[in-house]
C-alpha cells in the first residue's frame, strides 16, 4: 500500500523558514526513479506545483518561488524535501508531495502558514 506523509508545517513570520519532509512507503522502487514534486493548495485555489526534482537530483522550480525554495531528496530513504526560506504570506497552502506527473494517491498534506 502506498502511503506519502508529509510533515513540518507550521505558522511562522513572514520572513521565516520551514522545511517539509515527504516520506514515501509501498512504492517499490517508483519513488527512487521518478520525478518527484511538492504541490500546494491554497484556500479557493487549484492545487498547483511549486517543485520538482528528477530522480538524479535536478530541480526546477514555479516562478513564485524560485530563489526562496530548494528542493532534494535522498532515494536510499525515500524521501523528499522542500526547504523554504523568505516565507510570504502568498505561501499560506497545504503542501503535498507526489509524482511528477502525479501517479500515486495524494497524502494528507502539511499545513503552512505565513502570518504575522
Known amino acids: 500500500q502506498v502511503q506519502l506523509v508529509e510533515s513540518g508545517g507550521g505558522l511562522v513570520q513572514p520572513g521565516g523558514s520551514l522545511r517539509l519532509s515527504c516520506v514515501a512507503s509501498g512504492t517499490g522502487s517508483i519513488f527512487r526513479i521518478a520525478t518527484m514534486g511538492w504541490y500546494r493548495q491554497a484556500p479557493g485555489k487549484q492545487r498547483e506545483l511549486v517543485a520538482a526534482?528528477?530522480?538524479?537530483?535536478?530541480?526546477n522550480y514555479a516562478d513564485s518561488v524560485k530563489g526562496r525554495f530548494t528542493i532534494s531528496r535522498d532515494n536510499a530513504k525515500n524521501t523528499m524535501y522542500l526547504q523554504m526560506n523568505s516565507l510570504k504570506p502568498e505561501d499560506t497552502a497545504v503542501y503535498y508531495c507526489?509524482?511528477?506527473?502525479?501517479?500515486?494517491?495524494w497524502g494528507q498534506g502539511t499545513q503552512v502558514t505565513v502570518s504575522s
Open positions: 507526489n509524482r511528477r506527473p502525479v501517479y500515486f494517491d
Open positions: 526534482i528528477t530522480s538524479g537530483g535536478s530541480p
